[in-house]
């Protein structure tokens, strides 16, 4: 509809248009007009495809919509069988699974134990809990069509948690000519064996993704939990809407355009609670940690004075504000491990807990020599709950003297430009804000940003640190609760001394749908569309 003279007059009606003729222009991609279709608008814009080489969340996400696991995490945190079941040998060295039936990839062959070893492989190359699984393993085979065999150097109690962790990055399955792909390089093609399909004919990033049920899946007969149980997929087809403006994503929940928004704004959620039309929810009561990662490997940041420093003049308080706002949806945390968790301590965080010291950090700074290197912030234009962190982070550096450059891209390139080792004045980075699922970061080797093994399997940072290692090897030998808890303490020490990164606080999401649809499920890895459906 063209725009009327007042229309045109008035800059706050000419941007609602704008906003209109954006949401129908999207919208208006050929769908089936018999088949039942979800349309959802996700927390980002879906770019990178590979759950391997990717640890964005949105990339998971796509992950479970076409893959599948061998095992699965449930409500209880109990890992159940998925495409396999298991047997353990008494002496705990041999771990046995066995393929269940009807399992098919989505080019119709049949999913043989080789893929999956070969799956297993490419995951445990650059996962922290798959690298950690590796070092405790003495060999992995298919000893048939249909059964893998895992053989430890030594008993290991976190066999099963490992391939069965529900995010980032999951150990996916995936056809051993995508699986023999080297790590760092992206496979070619998605073919799963997941619920759903992707269909690639009408993949447009920026614009939409698409996925249509799969058919031939066989889910299995347990009641969905978490990620675990039966896939059951009720629709025909799941797009995936690009919008990356907070209030047209919201216009499109309350006019029907869309049926779910995965994470709309915090300042949002009142207005859409109060349309009876739709409904709300916290999926992820684990709730997320967001953090700073600093580049280890170029200066100034090489320099563990001058982390530090950046460290103790953050203000988790002054971040979570600008982030959500509202207190009932933050906590202020100094755990590594997510606060409420079984190892959550506030030991070493005594900064962030009384919100930095500016005076300090100056003191700090100079101490260490800092010659007024530019520090680049990575900072997404895109991303509701990454847009805040890195603009209250220039500021309080420039409040403690630090130089500041703030460099503007969209999420997914920003994942390709944090996950290159170029140096800062090359297109590379100094530091860059993220958010973890308190799923991916409660244990110390879960958590990808604890590694401490540098360019040689280390997550975007690279920090070099034997001692963090030795740590994390005696976490995952450690033979009771208790000990595990006094390891996990004399970690966070660490990663404060070394500033491994910096965590800024707990904050909880609400997604919001149209109350046409039903059976959607909770959990660490939300939102998931099996067992989602819609009303006609």
């Known amino acids: 509809m063209p725009l009327t003279s007042r229309d045109q007059s008035s800059p706050i009606s000419a941007r609602r248009a704008l906003r209109g003729l954006l949401v129908a222009a ?117 000893a048939d069509a249909r059964t893998i065999v895992l053989k430890l150097k030594e008993p290991y109690g976190l066999v099963l948690e490992s391939l069965g962790k529900p995010s980032s990055l999951v150990p996916f399955m995936m056809p051993k000519r995508l699986a023999d792909t080297p790590p760092e390089k992206p496979i070619a093609e998605q073919i799963g064996s997941g619920p759903f399909k992707f269909v690639q004919a009408e993949f447009q990033p920026g614009v939409r993704a698409v996925y249509e049920k799969n058919k031939d899946y066989v889910p299995r007969s347990e009641p969905p939990s978490w990620t675990s149980g039966g896939k059951v997929v009720k629709v025909d087809r799941v797009e995936w809407i690009t919008m990356p403006d907070a209030q047209t994503a919201a216009n499109a929940l309350q006019s029907g355009d869309i049926d779910l928004l ?193 360019r040689k399997g280390g997550w975007a940072g690279w920090p070099e640190d034997a001692q963090m290692e030795t740590l994390r090897d005696a976490f995952a030998r450690a033979g009771s609760s208790d000990e595990q808890k006094k390891i996990a303490a004399q970690i966070q020490l660490r990663a404060f001394d070394q500033t491994t990164y910096i965590p800024l606080g707990q904050f909880f999401a609400t997604s919001v749908w149209r109350k046409e649809l039903t059976g959607i499920l909770d959990g660490p890895a939300t939102p998931v569309f099996w067992n989602m459906d819609k009303a006609e």
């Not at 990178?48 to 095992?71: C, E, F, K, Q």
């Not at 709300?280 to 490997?297: A, P």
């Not at 491990?337 to 070493?348: E, H, M, R, V």
């Open 26 to 142: 999207v919208l208006a991609w050929p769908t089936w007009s018999h088949a039942k279709t979800i349309r959802a608008v996700m927390h980002a814009d879906l770019r990178a495809l590979d759950p391997i080489v990717s640890s964005a969340y949105i990339t998971r996400d796509h992950g479970y919509m076409i893959y599948d696991t061998l095992v699965a995490m449930d409500a209880n945190f109990k890992i159940q069988p998925q495409m396999a079941d298991w047997k353990v040998s008494d002496d705990k060295l041999t771990y046995t699974f066995t393929l269940r039936d009807g399992l098919k990839w989505h080019d119709g062959t049949p999913v043989t134990a080789e893929d999956c070893v070969a799956s297993l492989k490419r995951w445990g190359a650059v996962d922290g809990m798959g690298q950690k699984l590796m070092d405790f393993t003495a060999d992995l085979t298919a």
């Open 262 to 454: 995965e994470r709309p704004s915090f300042d949002l959620v009142p207005v859409l609670q109060a349309d009876k039309d739709l409904t709300s929810g916290v999926l992820n009561g684990l709730g997320f940690q967001t953090m700073g990662r600093m580049n280890f490997l170029y200066p100034p940041f090489d320099n563990v004075k001058i982390r530090h420093a950046a460290l103790i003049a953050m203000n988790q308080k002054d971040v979570l504000d600008a982030l959500v706002g509202n207190p009932q949806f933050y906590k202020i945390c100094g755990a590594f491990f997510g606060c409420s968790t079984p190892l959550a301590t506030d030991i070493g965080a005594d900064t962030l807990l009384k919100g930095g010291d500016l005076a300090e950090a100056k003191k700090l700074l100079a101490e260490a020599g800092y010659d007024g290197t530019p520090v680049v912030i990575l900072a997404p234009t895109d991303v509701v709950s990454l847009k805040p962190q890195p603009i209250v982070a220039a500021q309080l550096l420039r409040q403690a003297g630090f130089q500041v450059t703030v460099q503007s891209m969209d999420w997914q390139t920003e994942n390709a430009v944090f996950a290159s080792q170029k140096p800062p004045k090359d297109g590379g980075w100094n530091l860059f804000f993220t958010n973890w699922g308190i799923a991916d970061i409660m244990n110390p080797i879960a958590s990808v940003p604890l590694n401490g093994k540098g």
